[in-house]
């Protein structure tokens, strides 16, 4: 018997979540695809590619591709391509979604503060140890019964 509902437990999580970007989303008249795509972007520089974006935060590839021309028709991405490469676009953040980025990332931060009220850096460090000792299980798993 699993000690908590952690199916239950996610999705009151991503619920909350959602509550606190969505008026963020209304705002600039965004959808909740296209904050999430800027808000990666801007959070995960090293990742700047559509690849990156469907593969890390394992969304939808004509999702992504939607999201991302419209966010280029608002002005708010441009394209980029490294010379010698014309095949991978390189997404690269416009000025213009600067405000909503802001907008967002203080959305992001109240979520964390009312998610960790109360709980001590030493149990946090502690969860994401569990949590990452939970991914490693799953992937040691998955790599087992492929093998089999």
């Known amino acids: 018997m699993i000690p ?5 437990h996610q999705n009151i999580i991503k619920t909350f979540y959602a509550k606190c970007v ?6 600039h008249q965004i959808t909740r695809m296209e904050l999430d795509i800027l808000l990666f972007l801007a959070n ?13 935060r394992c969304l939808s590839k004509s999702q992504v591709s939607v999201s991302i021309q419209l966010l280029e ?15 991978t676009a ?18 992001q931060q109240q979520f964390v503060t009312v998610m960790f009220a109360g709980i001590s850096q030493e149990e946090i460090e502690t969860m ?13 798993y998955r790599r087992e019964s492929e093998d089999v």
Do not use: M
């Open 73 to 87: 028709k608002k002005g708010y991405l441009r394209k980029q391509y490294k010379k010698g490469n014309r095949k």
């Open 22 to 27: 969505e008026k963020v989303c209304e705002r």
């Open 4 to 8: 908590l509902n952690l199916w239950e």
């Open 90 to 107: 390189h997404l690269q953040i416009c000025d213009l979604a600067f405000p909503i980025i802001a907008d967002g990332r203080a959305a």
């Open 44 to 56: 995960n520089p090293l990742f700047d590619t559509a690849s990156d974006i469907v593969e890390v």
């Open 128 to 140: 994401k140890q569990c949590n990452q000792h939970i991914l490693e299980n799953i992937n040691r």
